[in-house]
């Protein structure tokens, strides 16, 4: 098993930047492909963003590409999302997520850990 903590999130003005980060502890971070989801109040969980176990290849969701960047150090046992660019309707809860889907997904299902969330809020 492995366990996630994310950190990072805050209140920006559109046009700002953050970063958020998932800290892994437990089985060996690598053994995952990693993604980020979000969820807005009465929305349905969204995919973000994914990459794979090694962080060669990634994936992005038509809303955000071009402007988040995901990325994952293995040594320090971390996931990151940069996000530039923000806009309102990018407020939500942002919850970092791991698979042993072995090339990643987009469908929250096949995603078996969760980290508890962070919140992100734009303001306009």
């Known amino acids: 098993q492995v366990q996630l903590v994310e950190s990072g999130g805050g209140l920006v003005q559109a046009g700002g930047s953050l970063r958020l980060s998932c800290a892994a502890s437990?089985?060996?971070?690598?053994?995952?492909?990693m993604a980020w989801f979000r969820q807005a109040p009465g929305k349905e969980r969204e995919f973000v963003t994914a990459?794979?176990?090694?962080?060669?290849?990634?994936d992005y969701g038509d809303s955000v590409k071009g402007r988040f960047t995901i990325s994952r150090d293995n040594a320090k046992n971390t996931l990151y999302l940069q996000m530039n660019s923000l806009k309102p309707e990018d407020t939500a809860v942002y919850y970092c997520?791991?698979?042993?889907?072995?090339?990643?997904?987009?469908?929250?299902?096949?995603?078996?850990?969760w980290g508890q969330g962070t919140q992100v809020t734009v303001s306009s």
């Open positions: 990459i794979s176990r090694s962080g060669g290849s990634t």
């Open positions: 997520a791991a698979t042993t889907v072995v090339g990643g997904s987009r469908r929250d299902l096949e995603f078996g850990y």
């Open positions: 437990g089985r060996t971070f690598s053994s995952y492909a």
